[in-house]
């Protein structure tokens, strides 16, 4: 079946640093969205990516989707303190089938102040 | 705009019990989806609905879970007879119509199971 696999599964940072996480799928996507999960709370859509090389940006986020529409990745600037959570993506394979998304691990972003 | 609820918050039971989980999508959001979150991981689909028909399940341990949506708009998750790997965090979520919409998640349902 299909797998989404995320890149780090931790990382740290100083605040102000920059951070990027990354998204492999082991399968061809219709598209990709990106949750935020804060400790202890439940997941919160930030984006969805559809088009082949679509870069969006809100404030300091960047999202990038791959060309061949098999990889993405979110990338902040300057990180502040309330950029502490875990970001999930997820994304649906193109070929059909199932029609539910698949989610990564995550990637916790730890930032020390 | 109402957020989607769930209850109970929080339940602890015995291996071998039998537990129900509850969820109110968002009014108007005809796709309802289950999902259980292991802890450290991501969310894994159980069951999605599209008003009141599954259009995927093949997630579900249908041996002892189930759930339903009646009327397209409530759903319940049900577990019967729970075994310790079941103990996560099962959350609901709700769109617009199928998976081209962004998600909009419930608090969730901690279940431990002892």
């Known amino acids: 079946g299909q797998q989404v696999m995320q890149i780090p599964q931790y990382q740290h940072v100083q605040e102000g640093e920059d951070f990027t996480t990354y998204c492999n799928s082991s399968?061809?996507?219709?598209?990709i969205q990106w949750y935020k999960q804060r400790p202890g709370g439940h997941p919160v859509f930030l984006i969805q990516l559809v088009k082949s090389g679509e870069v969006k940006k809100q404030k300091r986020l960047t999202f990038q989707f791959g060309e061949a529409k098999k990889n993405s990745s979110l990338h902040i600037t300057a990180t502040q303190t309330t950029d502490v959570g875990t970001y999930f993506c997820a994304g649906r394979d193109s070929g059909g089938g199932a029609d539910g998304l698949t989610f990564g691990k995550g990637t916790h972003l730890i930032i020390q102040p | 705009e109402a957020g989607v609820a769930q209850s109970p918050r929080y339940k602890i039971i015995e291996k071998r019990q039998s537990v129900a989980f509850w969820c109110n999508p968002i009014?108007?959001?005809?796709?309802l989806y289950w999902y259980q979150q292991i802890l450290g991981q991501g969310p894994k689909l159980l069951i999605q609905f599209q008003n009141n028909g599954v259009v995927d399940d093949s997630q579900l341990p249908k041996d002892r879970f189930s759930a339903e949506r009646l009327k397209g708009v409530d759903s319940t998750l049900k577990i019967q007879p729970a075994k310790l790997e079941d103990s996560a965090v099962y959350l609901c979520?709700?769109?617009?119509?199928?998976?081209?919409?962004?998600?909009?998640f419930g608090p969730g349902t901690r279940l431990t199971v002892t």
């Open positions: 979520a709700s769109s617009l119509s199928g998976w081209g919409y962004e998600q909009y």
């Open positions: 009014s108007g959001h005809a796709t």
């Open positions: 399968t061809t996507l219709s598209n």
